[in-house]
């Protein structure tokens, strides 16, 4: 899962780096991350049990389809989107968000200690 991780980050970062960089040419640059999309691939590849982890994973609760996808496409394509540029955008059911059972507050003491204390305790 590594290389997995670290070519999705360099995605995203390529995406950043081409809206610097095409801007001035207003060129805009955007990317969309996809949540577990019924496609071919993730139906005829996954168990039942991987895609009731997928349906558990997001909270919609439901599979992406190829449509929601290509909504977020024609979204970048059109004008509407003329201000947007450099963005990551999640397709995905809420999949990114962070699961409820997130100890939240562990993190947040380990980064802010002195905060997390003053206001907190």
Same mark, same amino acid.
């Given at each position: 899962?590594?290389?997995?991780?670290?070519?999705?980050?360099?995605?995203?970062?390529?995406? !950043?780096?081409?809206? #610097?960089?095409? +801007? +001035?040419?207003? /060129?805009?640059?955007?990317? #969309? %991350?996809? +949540?577990? #999309? $019924?496609? =071919?691939?993730?139906?005829?590849?996954?168990?039942?049990?991987?895609? $009731?982890?997928?349906?558990?994973?997001?909270?919609?609760? %439901?599979?992406?389809?190829?449509?929601? /996808?290509? !909504?977020?496409?024609?979204y970048f394509a059109s004008d509407q989107s003329?201000?947007?540029? +450099? $963005?990551?955008? =999640?397709?995905?059911? =809420?999949?990114?968000?962070?699961?409820?059972?997130?100890?939240?507050?562990?993190?947040? !003491? =380990?980064?802010?200690?002195?905060?997390?204390? !003053?206001?907190?305790?």
């Amino acid at each position: 899962m590594a290389a997995y991780g670290v070519s999705k980050a360099a995605v995203d970062e390529l995406t !950043r780096a081409a809206a #610097i960089e095409l +801007g +001035g040419f207003s /060129i805009r640059v955007n990317g #969309i %991350r996809p +949540g577990f #999309i $019924q496609t =071919g691939p993730l139906m005829n590849l996954s168990s039942e049990e991987d895609l $009731q982890f997928a349906l558990d994973s997001t909270p919609l609760g %439901r599979l992406g389809e190829p449509e929601d /996808i290509a !909504r977020a496409v024609l979204y970048f394509a059109s004008d509407q989107s003329d201000w947007v540029t +450099g $963005q990551l955008l =999640g397709v995905c059911g =809420g999949f990114t968000l962070p699961p409820p059972s997130a100890d939240m507050e562990t993190l947040a !003491r =380990g980064v802010f200690p002195e905060h997390m204390a !003053r206001d907190f305790d």
